[in-house]
């Protein structure tokens, strides 16, 4: 059985930075795709950042130059860094890995508010 584990999120001022690290086990296969979305509060779930195994990394708009995502397929890792963190980044953050279905963690909470 898969199981993704993400840690990292907490309560941060406006301009801080966090990082959050997912872990994936269960799984004997290598990820073909890594990556983060969140959901605010009231709002659907969207995504953040991505990679596609061979790839460089993609971003949303409205994370791109504050946040980096890096990760190993083989070790099922993946890891997020957030910087200059605004209010509207408040959500749950979740990680995905896709093996031959895609698999998604249970969420870590990061609030951003002074």
């Known amino acids: 059985q898969v199981q993704l584990v993400e840690s990292g999120g907490g309560l941060v001022q406006p301009g801080g930075s966090l990082r959050l690290s997912c872990s994936a086990s269960?799984?004997?296969?290598?990820?073909?795709?890594m990556g983060w979305a969140r959901q605010a509060p009231g709002k659907q779930r969207e995504m953040v950042a991505q990679i596609i195994t061979g790839h460089t990394p993609n971003y949303a708009d409205y994370v791109k130059g504050r946040f980096t995502t890096t990760g190993d397929a083989a070790k099922k890792t993946v890891y997020l860094q957030m910087n200059n963190l605004k209010p509207e980044d408040t959500a749950v953050y979740y990680c995905?890995?896709?093996?031959?279905?895609?698999?998604w963690g249970k969420g870590t909470l990061v609030t951003v508010s002074s």
């Open positions: 269960g799984s004997l296969d290598s990820a073909t795709i």
């Open positions: 995905y890995f896709q093996f031959s279905v895609p698999y």
